[in-house]
């Protein structure tokens, strides 16, 4: 078991090192010249622990002389000489922290996790200098009050209008003491960000459920088994099998351990991680923040956090969100109590003499999918091999877009098991790069996400290319046989290539983007319908091993089965968008008590024992990384998908002008366009519900 060295030491160690380094690294540091890499990617290669902070340091400096350059500009302010002005200062900032927390999240190290303590506070506090001055928010407010006069594009006058009202909305008409005071609750809200992600990788890193008796592995497959030994070989345990808390190890566990007792102390780590009254525990730096968020906004002029944070998106208000929870919430908790009174059947038949708990929903569904509809899990992963998989998504986007993807071999990696691609157009014009990075490891947070490490702008007339990174936490090979994927893996592959599309065919000409955070699913969340459709499902599930397409028989059993356990799905992630919407809304003068509130919240939407919210308060990575009273938006987006996908069914699923139509109102546009217009633009109306409801089974 790994022990990470105590955060302060660490920072110590890190921080001195980096002093007497400095100038020894000086101008080797790869950061103070232009990348000669391949497509200009960041040289991971050489980029060490060291170079971060001189650089941070020095980007904030150069940023610093830039912006204040612009501030005591005489000249009456322009959007040239303020907006554009602005977004070309600090090139050098904004390259290193691209790299770093990349990094920090798919690679970290205790090195890189000091360096993350030391320079969030830091950098928090040079963006609040910077965006409370008074004198930038009188050079805007000039600017906005004289935008007709620009002749500005569509684009600018978007972003103008966004960076004018999150300057008001983020306190830089605030009198100087209450700025004073909000500069101190953002660096600290940042500190207390950075622990709280940290003390969840710890949690995560630090349980191993040890097997050493083979009867302990009764009702696993074989390739579980084989990966759990793989997994204590590497930690010197030979002959032992181990399990972790991480998804792709738990969740085979959970679905086929015949050991009630184990799937109840996995699930339990699973569950506690951050609530163990350790030094990693998160209770305490939740509530925190919590309050200091709620402290903010009434600084800030709101009610609630909920109402500062939602005003830009497309819900607007708490009440909006809350209407769309409670309609779905109705028709998911009768679907989630028919399942389990039909899996308690199962256990009573089999004579398990227990009353069905949470630990063992995943085993009981999974005999009752087997039971109703005679699919089991294990009857799909031989024909979702992962790369096949990942070809899958390739050739969809062929498809429907043109693009192509070719492996590039001799390139700089965020890790050693990353890929690199250069995505090209169908002329042949480079698009992008796209990094792709799928198996778990203890310097990798948890779930899946889509990031960059360049975005794409117009600089000098020419346009930057962006460099795109999907990272995913999969089942790894095993044995001999390669990485099989569930269904739910396929899916959340097809789920970041969607991002991922979103971010190489981007056409901002700015550094800026205002997106709609109820908006950012869509792109994703409607390449998931492509998943199992037949005609996809025979390009890319063939058997790993005769290279046969799936049959049309396993089709059809996936296609009657696609309203199994949507009651359960849907409300342990309902019951936690209501725990999110909760935090955020609440009584600034509440100090709260994390695991009162949490169970409060739990009792008042009467969410069944059975099921707990798919995030607890102590690892809800989400609301601590950006999605604060904005987890609700894989919803809100799921009736823009389900009902945007309802266009390509209507004219063929590869259907070529329905995509372009597609990519130039909403991937294109994602960030420099209202949201509803975009999908205004692209559907020719107004998105409608029905689709979302029926696809989940929900309508009668």
């Not at 789920?495 to 800026?512: C, I, V, W």
Request: negative net charge.
């Amino acid at each position: 078991m790994k022990k990470l060295f105590p955060i302060l030491l660490v920072l110590l160690l890190s921080f001195m090192s980096c002093k007497q380094d400095e100038k020894k690294v000086g101008s080797d540091n790869p950061f103070f010249t232009e990348y000669n890499t391949p497509f200009g990617v960041p040289p991971f290669d050489k980029i060490k622990v060291e170079h971060f902070i001189p650089a941070f340091e020095k980007g904030m400096e150069i940023h610093k002389k830039e912006v204040e350059a612009i501030l005591s500009n005489e000249e009456e302010p322009t959007f040239k000489n303020t907006i554009i002005a602005m977004d070309n200062s600090g090139e050098l900032l904004t390259r290193v922290a691209y790299t770093f927390f990349g990094l920090s999240s798919a690679n970290t190290s205790p090195e890189l996790q000091a360096v993350q303590m030391e320079i969030s506070p830091r950098l928090a506090k040079h963006t609040d200098e910077i965006s409370l001055d008074p004198r930038l928010f009188e050079r805007v407010e000039v600017v906005y009050n004289n935008r007709e006069s620009y002749n500005l594009t569509d684009e600018e006058g978007f972003l103008l209008g966004h960076i004018y009202k999150d300057l008001v909305r983020n306190g830089s008409a605030l009198k100087p003491e209450k700025k004073e005071k909000l500069k101190e609750m953002n660096q600290k809200l940042s500190v207390l960000s950075v622990q709280f992600d940290q003390n969840v990788l710890a949690e995560t890193n630090n349980f191993i459920l040890e097997i050493s008796k083979e009867e302990d592995l009764d009702g696993l497959p074989e390739s579980v088994v084989n990966a759990a030994a793989e997994a204590a070989h590497a930690r010197d345990l030979e002959g032992e099998w181990i399990f972790t808390t991480q998804k792709p190890s738990m969740l085979p566990f959970l679905q086929y351990s015949e050991k009630p007792k184990l799937r109840e102390k996995l699930y339990n780590a699973y569950l506690n991680r951050g609530n163990n009254n350790n030094d990693y525990d998160n209770k305490k730096i939740l509530a925190e923040m919590m309050e200091i968020r709620a402290d903010r906004a009434q600084l800030l002029g709101y009610k609630t956090h909920s109402h500062l944070v939602l005003e830009p998106r497309m819900a607007k208000e708490p009440d909006n969100v809350y209407d769309l929870l409670n309609t779905l919430w109705k028709a998911a908790m009768p679907a989630a109590k028919k399942d389990l009174a039909e899996m308690q059947k199962i256990a009573d038949s089999e004579g398990a003499g227990i009353k069905i708990q949470a630990s063992d929903w995943w085993y009981y569904a999974e005999k009752l999918r087997k039971e109703k509809y005679d699919l089991d899990d294990n009857e799909l992963r031989p024909y979702f091999k992962l790369e096949n998989v990942q070809q899958g998504a390739f050739t969809l986007g062929n498809k429907l877009y043109g693009i192509t993807f070719t492996e590039i071999a001799e390139i700089p990696k965020p890790h050693e098991e990353a890929f690199a691609y250069e995505v090209k157009e169908e002329n042949g014009d480079h698009l992008g790069v796209l990094y792709m990075d799928f198996h778990p490891r203890e310097s990798k947070n948890q779930g899946a996400w889509c990031g960059s490490y360049r975005d794409h702008k117009i600089k000098d007339g020419k346009a930057i290319a962006p460099v795109v990174t999907m990272v995913m936490n999969f089942t790894r090979p095993s044995g001999d046989k390669p990485s099989l994927l569930s269904l739910d893996e396929v899916s959340t592959l097809f789920h970041e290539f969607g991002h991922a599309l979103d971010g190489l065919f981007s056409q901002k000409s700015y550094g800026y983007e205002f997106i709609a955070w109820d908006f950012v699913e869509l792109p994703s969340q409607i390449m998931e319908h492509w998943v199992t459709e037949p005609e996809m499902l025979k390009i890319y599930a063939l058997h790993y091993e005769t290279g046969e397409p799936m049959p049309d028989e396993l089709i059809e059993k996936i296609k009657n089965s696609s309203f199994f356990n949507k009651g359960f799905a849907k409300g342990e992630y309902l019951a936690a968008c209501y725990l999110d919407m909760a935090y955020h809304t609440i009584d600034p003068e509440k100090v709260v008590d994390v695991a009162e509130f949490e169970q409060k919240v739990i009792n008042d939407i009467g969410l069944i024992p059975e099921i707990l919210p798919r995030y607890r308060s102590t690892y809800f990575l989400h609301i601590v990384g950006g999605y604060d009273s904005g987890y609700y938006s894989y919803d809100w987006a799921g009736v823009l998908d389900h009902d945007a996908y309802e266009a390509f069914k209507e004219k063929g699923i590869f259907d070529r002008e329905t995509a372009q139509s597609f990519r130039l109102n909403v991937l294109e546009k994602n960030g420099i366009m209202d949201a509803m217009q975009m999908y205004v633009n692209f559907r020719g109306r107004e998105p409608d519900k029905t689709a979302f409801l029926r696809n989940l089974g929900f309508l009668n």
